[in-house]
RNA sequence: GCGCCAGUAGCUCAGCUGGAUAGAGCGUCGGCCUCCGGAGCCGAAGGUCGUGGGUUCGAAUCCCGCCUGGCGCACCA
């Protein structure tokens, strides 16, 4: 059993001691090293149910408290009651042959317990190339689908196509129209519609494949064949990105499937089943002012055809069918107000509270030089994440859309990312692996052939050394909570965290060589694996070498 | 007007879901640097946590009001 675990029991039954069985213990890590390895809040949240001073309540935990040793070297009371934990040096450095022998799976944890849970993300329409917006997404929800891997969930990462709306309609009339144009034509982009070059281009292509005849198809027919390349041309170029950002997707959904399934009839039926639906002005409604809207939502238009939200419900629907306990949305900044609507439709058909929550993804800005570089996918003149990630490459892309919290104003800076300076937090992480791998390189010795087997760890004494070793067993705890968040960022700060640690344990301790070599380059072989898991985990490089 | 999100060091942001003296990076200032792999290393200054109240042993964190910014308020997606 861990030290935390061990604590945290001795302490429970040191409370029923004291005549409070069952305690909830909290055990935490103190940020002050002189506040020692571990400490409990525990006597000043039992001080109101004892009816004593917290301070008085501490002394008598401590005295009742059972442990050995080998364990914890002292136990001290402080502040308004907190009680801390000193461990033994052995304790302490013990943490690394268990990294190491953990190897790539360091960090993995339980919590989900094999759960299904889906994670719905990017899902852009097939109308276009996709943006630096998207990137954003992507960057982020193939992020939150790792960590809840390392934390054993069973996860399914989905992307949803709205092939069905108006978007697609416009995709269509603007591609018919470049197809117009392209044999001389006047033909005009409609209101709303897409100008970007791709569909000129396209509509150069299609040409070439069909021959000039295309052009003069009846429009209906025209229009028909469109859509479907156009959908079929962006889908794949979507896919060619996301393949080359590193975002693989285990099922594309698709909007014409909850038609083609009937889902959308079902949908309806057992809304109505709950009485969650009225007929007014013409159109069906939806009641969803009595699930926390503000507003009740039409369904069936009084022209006969759906809103939108029908097909998501339904889609929602079939999440929920499938099997998944929980459905985690990635949805652009501006969709959040579509959140309400959505939660309170899935509350009509009865789910659980906590089947689906969404992550609210902010707009990206990019800057360059200095100056902000413009975007606009109507407009046809976007920052596309093609453009992006060929420009600074993939891992300071990915690193630079993790690093911070996906609901918080972002500008992208070219530049940085695209520097090889230690400014650049993805190359200073980036560059402490590197580091440690080359000391196994100057050593002639395969990192992976190095184990803590008969090795005297207690030889790392230096406060440096002690302070990596914590770090480094504090990372399951790390993904533990940034996958409760759905927050990939905190990775990304315990790694910059990390190589700092390590990048100043480099600069003023030798490794090999030294009396400590053994025991160091087991310290150097865990620093690795733990910044080369958290790195694989975020979709980024760990290199061998910069 | 209503709703959601945000406001923390000069700048960019963390802050472990209510804990102890609020932390990093960049920038500034002062020292150091013949290295396993260079683009460094160490230290210092820098804060009314937007603001005013409330909750309690304890608040950047929870609740209410206000200010500022972003986004959203369709029988569009």
Redesign the pocket.
């Known amino acids: 059993m861990k030290a935390p675990e061990t604590i945290r029991a001795a302490l429970v039954q040191a409370a029923a001691r004291l005549g409070v069985p069952n305690v909830d213990v909290?055990i935490?890590?103190?940020?002050?090293v002189?506040?020692?390895d571990l400490?409990t809040?525990l006597a000043?949240?039992l001080?109101?149910t004892l009816g004593q001073k917290?301070r008085a309540v501490a002394e008598r935990l401590v005295t009742a408290l059972d442990l050995p040793p080998s364990l914890v070297r002292k136990t001290e009371i402080?502040?308004?009651?907190?009680i801390?934990f000193f461990l033994a040096e052995a304790q302490v450095v013990g943490v690394l042959p268990s990294i190491i022998a953990a190897g790539s799976d360091y960090g993995k944890s339980d919590v989900g317990r094999g759960r299904k849970i889906n994670v719905e993300f990017v899902s852009a329409?097939p109308t276009g190339p996709l943006h630096v917006g998207h990137g954003r997404g992507a960057a982020l929800g193939d992020g939150i689908a790792a960590l809840l891997e390392w934390t054993g969930w069973n996860v399914t990462r989905e992307f949803y196509v709205?092939d069905?709306?108006?978007?697609i309609d416009k995709m269509a009339r603007s591609l018919w129209a470049r197809v117009q144009q392209a044999t001389g034509r006047k033909a005009e982009i409609p209101e709303g519609g897409y100008h970007g070059e791709y569909l000129t281009e396209l509509a150069r292509q299609i040409l070439e494949k069909e021959g000039k005849g295309f052009a003069d198809l009846p429009e209906a027919e025209g229009l028909r064949r469109c859509r479907e390349i156009g959908i079929r041309a962006e889908r794949d170029e979507q896919d060619a990105d996301l393949h080359e950002f590193g975002v693989r997707f285990d099922l594309v959904s698709f909007?014409s499937a909850m038609y083609k399934r009937k889902l959308i009839e079902a949908t309806l039926a057992e809304l109505d089943k709950h009485g969650h639906t009225f007929t007014?002005?013409?159109?069906l409604w939806l009641r969803t002012t009595e699930l926390g809207d503000?507003?009740d939502?039409?369904l069936k238009?009084?022209?006969g055809?759906?809103?939108?939200?029908v097909p998501d419900i339904a889609y929602h629907r079939d999440k929920h069918e499938r099997g998944f306990v929980r459905a985690i949305d990635v949805w652009g900044?501006?969709?959040?107000?579509?959140?309400?609507r959505m939660r309170a439709a899935l509350q009509a058909l009865s789910y659980p509270q906590d089947f689906f929550h969404v992550e609210?993804v902010?707009?990206v800005r990019v800057m360059r030089g200095g100056e902000e570089v413009r975007f606009s996918k109507r407009a046809g003149d976007f920052v596309s994440l093609r453009d992006l990630f060929e420009e600074t490459g993939v891992d300071a892309a990915r690193y630079f859309f993790l690093?911070?919290?996906g609901?918080?104003?972002?500008?992208f800076d070219v530049d940085l990312a695209k520097s090889?300076?230690?400014?650049n937090?993805v190359f200073?992480v980036q560059?402490a692996h590197?580091?440690m791998?080359?000391?196994f390189?100057?050593?002639g010795r395969d990192a992976a052939s190095v184990s803590a087997e008969g090795v005297d760890l207690s030889v790392l004494t230096q406060p440096v050394e002690i302070e990596l070793v914590k770090e480094l067993a504090?990372f399951p705890?790390v993904l533990r909570?940034a996958a409760?968040?759905y927050?990939p960022?905190?990775v990304t700060?315990y790694l910059?965290?990390l190589a700092?640690i390590a990048?100043?344990?480099?600069?003023?301790?030798?490794?090999?060589g030294e009396p400590e070599e053994a025991a160091r380059l087991v310290l150097a072989r865990a620093i690795k694996q733990v910044l080369a898991n958290g790195l694989t985990l975020l979709g980024i490089r760990a290199p061998?070498?910069?």
């Open positions: 909290t935490e890590r103190p940020r002050d002189t506040h020692g400490a809040n000043l949240t001080a109101k917290p402080a502040g308004p009651g907190f801390n329409n709205n069905a709306g108006t978007q909007e007014a002005d013409g159109a503000d507003k939502r039409v238009k009084s022209d055809t759906y809103t939108y939200l900044a501006d969709h959040h107000g579509y959140i309400p609210i902010q707009l690093m911070k919290r609901d918080s104003q972002f500008v090889q300076t230690e400014e937090p200073y560059m590197a580091r791998s080359g000391i390189r100057v050593a504090e705890e909570r409760a968040a927050e960022h905190r700060a910059e965290g700092r990048h100043a344990w480099y600069h003023k301790y030798r490794v090999l061998e070498r910069m």
